[in-house]
């Protein structure tokens, strides 16, 4: 009878043992590295002004990872971003398609408030929520969170958004932003 406890005991010991190392070895286990989709989408501006014709960068990044989009179609980036894309798929870069734009510095919005009604339509259109403003009231733009997309323009019924060069104090953290072959 002792044998058969005994015999018992060294079995649970053995399978609680087993299942301690199990645990500690899942809890050694390192997290899984970045997707490619993901290390693209890095070296991506993160304007979301869709000029490469997806739905914002991640989208971009998604579909140069599976192979059905070339790494010249992002006019923000430009050659910085091109040349980051290529180095990170190992390839050669290549010219920005002018299909898609060109690359010129960063402007970023700025509304008229005199001329604003109010009638938050660029609210809607902006990807980032850069623009603040309460319903018939003057709509003003958050500059250190605007990325210069452009998407707010079309939109604005008394065309009172222009475009313009960043505030002297936002523009170092902008172009590191939009810069990912300088700023790595
Ligand atoms: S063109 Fe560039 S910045 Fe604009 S959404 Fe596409 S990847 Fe992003
Ligand atoms: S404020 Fe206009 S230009 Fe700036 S991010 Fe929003 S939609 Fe784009
Ligand atoms: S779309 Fe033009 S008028 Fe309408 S809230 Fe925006 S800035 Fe003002």
């Not at 990872?65 to 980051?84: L, Q, V």
């Not at 960063?106 to 623009?131: H, M, N, Q, Y």
Request: aromatic share 2%; hydrophobic share 40%; proline share 11%.
């Amino acid at each position: 009878m002792l044998t058969v406890l005994s015999l018992a005991l060294v079995v649970g010991l053995a399978a609680w043992s087993a299942s301690r190392l199990a645990g500690a070895s899942q809890a050694n286990t390192p997290p899984p590295s970045s997707s490619l989709a993901d290390r693209l989408d890095q070296l991506l501006p993160q304007t979301q002004c869709r000029q490469c014709l997806f739905d914002g960068c991640r989208p971009y990044a998604e579909a140069m990872a599976r192979g059905e989009a070339d790494i010249n179609r992002c006019p923000p980036g430009g050659d910085a971003t091109i040349t980051a894309l290529a180095r990170e798929l190992g390839r050669t870069p290549i010219p920005l398609n002018p299909a898609h734009g060109v690359h010129g510095p960063l402007r970023l919005a700025r509304i008229d408030e005199s001329r604003c009604i109010g009638c938050r339509l660029c609210i809607k259109a902006c990807p980032v929520d850069a623009i603040v403003g309460a319903p018939k009231l003057m709509h003003t733009v958050i500059a250190t969170d605007c990325t210069g997309c452009e998407l707010c323009l079309p939109p604005c019924p008394v065309d009172c958004i222009d475009l313009g060069p960043p505030p002297t104090r936002i523009l170092a953290p902008v172009t590191a932003i939009t810069d990912p072959v300088t700023s790595s």
